[in-house]
């Protein structure tokens, strides 16, 4: 009898198996891929990576990266990875983006935690700093088990079931009753490929599908020369394996501040009478008093998030429904949180091309995470626009404005209060610390939305940044993107 520790979307499941009682084509495959001798393993190689939920459009894929260099170390006994990536941007024809410039990733997940490591944002140059990711364990750990030798072991540790099919034979189990897994192993005992799927707040129950083809020896095992990955309908991993390493030293102790994380609170300033910047963790939301009901800007990450905000609104603007819900555009990480606001009332604002894609995504199941909206079955509410929007109560005027030409997303929104002089953006500009010098070359989004507040005729005194750390002004938005006098 064997046990194997296995993690599955932040949890950690005991499982205990006897390899004499699974399939034989089960295990004809783990004997011909070595599963029983392999502890851990490191592939390596080249290709192209692609942003998931980074769209510029509802309707393309997500955006890709050429990658120089992927390096995967991965412990089944841990079990945990760390997975190192060189990327760059590909240019894409016809659309504007800032020069792309060479990332280096390094993100982990051991168990329950997963990290990033990075120097800090404002010291490029500093030490690597650790930076808690509990978002990411699900997605993690899958890829763990979404390796061949990965898939195997835990099928035979979970006492998987198989069936023929066409010539191979596919293999499936369910872990905590509702985690599946589905591989298929062909007629040379090679895995080909394997689904499995995560929950996500804005796609629900998302499917995760990688293949592998061209086997070859890789120093004595048997690995795929090429994977591809595909996550929500459309490619996020296309690698050519060019080196395998067996059983290498893989020791992923999880970080004393990332063990410790909670998650921030909200923290509230006033950007105007009635007007709140919530802020607290890397992206932030406004809330906007009105007569009898609240506006609030933004919803970004998830449920949890949503879910402070709402009782932060709720504590400084007691006694007022929030009636609508102003979104920026349609990036998992700014969309997130929307279906929370659908449950709480609240009519969703967005761009007209944003409402079909809502729409069709939040009619997936949610049996994975069934969230409050997939609890009460409330029926959406939208409000739509193509060039401007208003929302007024008689007294205080909200205007929402599409961003146009904006290479970052095709349907891009800001948000102005014309008697408060206040801008709300998003993405467009982020503002640097404080003692950070301007970039040695503008970074064109923020060019763009410079020239969309001269076409529109905005007079801002006050930008308040939905990502970054501070309120900022239209003259640190002039100086930022290289204009040398700041006037209106």
Known sequence: MRKLLFPVFGLTVALTGCASLQPQPL???????????????????TGRWFQFGQAPNPNL???????SRYTADINYETPGARVQITRKQTIEAGRLRPAPVEQKPDQYVSGQYAWNLAPPANAPQGAPVATAQPAAVEERAAEIWATPQGFL???????A????????????FTVGGKYRYIGRINANHQVEGVKTWIDNPILGDTLVETKFSDYKDFGGVQFPAHIERSQGGYPVLDLKVAEVKLNPAVNLPVPREVASF?????????????VFYLTGGTHHSVAIEQQDHVVVVEAPLNEDRSLAVIAKVKEIIPNKPIKYLVNTHAHFDHSGGLRTYVDEGATIVTAQQNQPYYGQVWAAPRTLNADRLANS???ASFETFSDKHVLSDGKRVIEIHSIAGNGHNDAFALVYLPAEKVLIEADAYTPAAANVPPPASPNPYSVNLYENIQKLGLDVDKIAA???????????LRAVIGLARASR
């Open 377 to 379: 079955n409330r029926t």
């Open 153 to 159: 072991k835990a099928a035979i540790a979970h006492q």
């Open 61 to 67: 894929p997500w955006p890709q990266f050429d990658v």
């Open 262 to 274: 909670k998650l921030p609170p909200v923290k509230v300033s006033r950007l105007a009478d009635g």
């Open 466 to 476: 939905l990502h970054g750390s501070r309120v900022v002004t239209l003259a640190d």
């Open 27 to 45: 295990q004809s495959a783990a004997d011909a891929l070595d599963v029983a001798k392999l502890k851990s393993i490191e592939f390596s190689g």
């Open 161 to 172: 079931t198989s069936q023929a099919a066409d010539d191979g034979t596919e293999v499936s």
